[in-house]
């Protein structure tokens, strides 16, 4: 390069709509799923699990199971002294938290609570032993009253039997009783959401690699934190967290549950140290479905206090939430739930009292949303009420009650909710312009029977923890980027090699992107909360800034030169115009790679959405068609915007399941009645023939140094409460003044509804 060649700007790919290069691999089939792995002289593991929803122990039976071609072993509680204490996923004062153990002893508390396992030379035997274990249960009334109100929305669960309750919470602030004292209008709203399964393609499955000589553990799960499934199995064998890795090459989805530690993840290691052996446990669908975490059960009564012009006043909540048998990591999503009963709405006084409920179900943890898409679908019904009940439109009333964008930040009230930036009033007129809301207003006013639905939400993306990136260079020229987050298909090689590589100034190909591994830095948060654009994206960036900035100081140094007149390339460092003045990578880096650690740490992000639905009711079966459907997000600067419509496209769907097919349903005594995907219904491809239109708006955001936040759950939030807007709006069309409060939003329920209109 000459002396009076201008030197090209830094290339920047964030912003670029770069294919996912993970792709190839996944599908071509050359993926590896912790399901695939084979090792010599591996071994199969099997669970024996409770057909009872509740009773005692009185007896299990492994001789069978022992005796049997081909078994290793069996095992039951007091088999395995090696494996210590119980698992406790929440921590929450002056609450009754119940741990469960890995296996259970003296009681079972659901149905598919693990009770024994099997080993064995392959996995056949091992599940025809494990259905051969004898396991004596003494049947004890359980929680039935409890889930049977959960599950019909019943008034007569409040308050919920003192014996069932893990604990009560408070979240307040302002003048409650004086805005409800003075308010023109009070406004009640009940809602009910059924519970939920993940639905993952690849079930749960894990495996235990133990090195005799070191006393180490290699371990691969599919799960969605690899650094907890480290703790927890080294906490429960009594062992340091460095004695055992965890990787996850490829997870087939998560979710949200594979975001928990399991008791399989615990057994496989214990196993494959006693036996000497590697030891495998793959989950079979039905199995996995019963037995992995689920989410919603929960019951809402809502009061709003609005003045004449239906501005909000304040805000009173009762929240029934159930946790299932044990304290598992759904327990305080109860105050996820709470804090997005705010939505985008200005809300003076607010109080939300928590009943926290055990029943005889799986215990809850979060699926995707994490509890933002209870406490909106709560709010944004309550806003449809408020203006059906003062002849007011939905979105105007939504107008009315708006934070404004010269607000922000945006102190909602509670503590550590600050929002950090948003133009909600610009995503409902986007929004509303997009899908004609006023021309479909006029043709319902002519006889349309199409309805239409609005929702808006806000929703916390990242979780405050702290997350930290290394940068490794070596003197080829090659980047690599070790980040803690475990990718379960949203993107990570790509997207974080984009960011690295922007601010390092490399070229995209020449930089590696190393997650999924407890070892590549010492800790990191679950994959789950949107938070990995936002906190693993930003963390992702400083350490790539101080990695050229550290190579531009150490080729300063060597070239006696002021490191703002330097280029660097791959190749090495030059002064700026004056190529033949400069020093190679690997002299530079003549001792070594170079290798930088950046932490980043913030309060969480927030991002905002609005959507709208147009739908179709058929009146003769209760189905629900998709018409149209508009999502208009902010999610701050997108990396990739390929992926990021690749997450709307999905959270869609998502929040779509939600609204209209899945529901995890136990009879009244706990017995759990669907386990497959025959009872368990997910969207498929005729559900998501329409195609959402989406729509960004990008607002100016506060202490987030790249602009980035999480889209991953976006889509999903809102999605229930717009498409319950739209089948209460047609059916007030077909004549049918119903209320639509409950999801899933069944054919059967909506035919119902049009059933009662009939007669």
Partial sequence: MGADTPEPQQHSYIGERVRRREDIALVTGRGRYAGDLRFPGLLYAAVSRSTSPHGLLSAVSLDVARA????????????????????????????HLVGRRVLAKDRVRYVGEPVAVV??????????????????????????????????????????????????????????????????????????????????LEPRACCAVWDETTD????????????????????????????????????????????????EEILVAALARRLGHPVQWVAGRSEDTAASMQAHGDVFDVEAAVDSTGRMKGLKAH??????????????????ITNHLICAYRIPAFRADIDLVYTNCVPTGFIRGGGREVGNFAMERTMDVIASQLALDPAEIRRRNLIGVHEMPYETGLPGVVYDGGDYAALLETVTNA????????????????????????????????????????????????????????????????????????????????????????????????????????????????????LLKMGAELLE?????????????????????????????????????ETFKA????????????????????????????????????????????????????????????????TPDGNFVSASFLDYLIPGAPEVDTVPQLLMVESEVFGNPEGFKGVGE??????????????????????????VSELPITPERVFNALHRLKA
């Fill in 561 to 597: 030169a002021d490191p703002a007149d330097l280029v660097l390339t791959p190749d090495g460092v030059h002064v700026r115009g004056s190529s033949g003045r400069g020093v190679a990578l690997h002299e530079i880096l003549r001792d070594g790679p170079l290798e930088v650690s």
């Fill in 319 to 336: 929240l029934l939430h159930d946790i299932g048998a044990y304290a598992g990591p759904g327990t305080p999503v109860a105050g996820t």
């Fill in 216 to 263: 180490q553990w290699e371990m691969w799960s599919s799960t969605q934190w690899v650094h907890g499934v480290r703790d927890r199995v080294a906490q429960m064998l009594g062992v340091e967290n460095r004695q055992v890795r965890v990787r996850a090459e490829n997870v087939g989805g998560g979710f949200g549950p594979k975001g928990a530690m399991y008791p």
């Fill in 603 to 666: 309060p969480p992000a927030y991002a905002s959405a609005c959507h709208a639905a147009i739908v179709e009711v058929d009146r003769d079966t209760g189905s629900v068609r998709i018409v149209r459907y508009v999502i208009g997000h902010d999610s701050g600067r997108s990396i990739n915007p390929l992926l990021v419509e690749g997450q709307l496209h999905g959270g869609f769907a998502h929040g779509l399941g939600y609204a209209l097919f899945e529901e995890a349903v136990y």
């Fill in 68 to 95: 049997m071609p081909g078994i290793v072993g069996a095992f039951a509680a007091d088999d395995l002294p090696e494996i210590h204490g119980v698992m406790v996923d929440a921590v929450l004062p002056d609450a």
């Fill in 435 to 550: 899908i004609g809301y006023h021309e479909l207003r006029m043709r319902q006013s002519e006889g349309s029977p199409l309805g239409v639905g609005v929702a808006m939400s806000v929703e916390r993306t990242g979780i405050g923890a702290g997350e930290e990136a290394r940068v490794t260079i070596d003197p080829q020229g090659n980047a690599r980027a070790h980040l803690g987050s475990s990718p379960g298909g949203q993107g990570h090689d790509t997207t974080f090699a984009q960011v690295v590589a922007t601010r390092l100034g490399w070229p995209l190909d020449r930089v590696q992107v190393m997650t999924g591994d407890s070892d590549t830095v010492p800790k990191s948060g679950v994959t789950a909360a949107s938070r990995s654009a936002f906190e693993v994206g930003n963390a992702a960036a400083l350490a790539g800034a101080a990695a050229r900035r550290r």
């Fill in 119 to 200: 080993v064995a030379l392959d996995p056949y035997h091992a599940a025809d032993a494990a259905a051969a274990v004898e396991i004596d249960i003494e049947p004890i009334d359980g929680v039935g009253d409890v889930l049977t109100a959960l599950q019909s929305g019943s008034p007569s669960l409040h308050p919920p039997h003192e014996g069932n309750l893990a604990g009560r919470l408070v979240r307040a602030f302002g003048e409650v009783d004086v805005a409800f004292a003075e308010a023109a209008h009070v406004i009640r709203n009940r809602v009910r959401l059924a519970r939920v399964s993940g639905g993952y």
């Fill in 714 to 739: 976006s889509a999903t939030i809102p999605a229930p409460a717009a498409i319950a807007g739209a089948v209460e709006n047609a059916l007030r069309k077909l004549g049918c003044n119903a209320i």
